[in-house]
């Protein structure tokens, strides 16, 4: 996939990124000292933005594909349904979930935490939409470029088109 943008403090700004990248329902990364500050920036953007269903995930210790199937359901107001046993189902019902929203634009927090597994499964989320694809975007400190090297996460690395360094 092309990139939209590089990290480049002479490129557009976020906010023109982030456009580019829901406009085009790709994966971004935004990265910055603080993954605090990062996810406030980027939340303050969506708002300003409007008209954008963010569902914000945020995946707790220890960081695996089933807290963020967890942080997946609660960031989608499941929660008056009884979450699924299995990831694998729970994953089903989260897909037709997001199929079934207006512009959802995912926010996932803090992935410079993650476990490569559900980083994967992210990447999985994204591809299995097909035609309906969503933006995604991926928060967290510096250390995300480190994770995102990973040999494993070669195919994620691939899918994300505009990366922002604040």
């Known amino acids: ?38 996810v406030r920036t980027v939340r303050t953007v969506l708002v300003d933005l409007g008209k954008h269903n963010i569902v914000d995930v945020v995946v707790v210790a220890p960081y695996s594909t089933k807290t963020l199937v967890d942080a997946l359901w609660t960031g ?38 993650w476990r490569t597994e559900a980083l994967e499964t992210v990447g999985g989320i994204w591809k299995a939409a097909g035609g309906a694809r969503f933006p995604m975007v991926l928060t967290g400190t510096g250390r995300l470029a ?21």
Do not use: F, K, N, Y
């Open 1 to 38: 996939m092309d990139t939209l943008s590089a990290e480049s403090p002479a490129g557009p700004g976020l906010r023109d990124q982030m456009v580019s990248a829901i406009e085009a329902r790709a994966l971004m990364t935004v990265t910055g000292e603080d993954a605090a500050d990062v």
């Open 146 to 166: 480190t994770v995102l090297a990973r040999p494993r996460l070669s195919s994620l690395r691939s899918l994300i088109c505009v990366r922002h360094q604040l």
């Open 76 to 113: 989608l107001h499941q929660e008056r349904w009884a979450r699924p046993r299995h990831t694998e189902e729970a994953l089903r019902h989260v897909d037709g979930v997001l199929a079934r929203r207006t512009q959802p634009v995912l926010l996932l927090h803090h992935t410079h935490q």
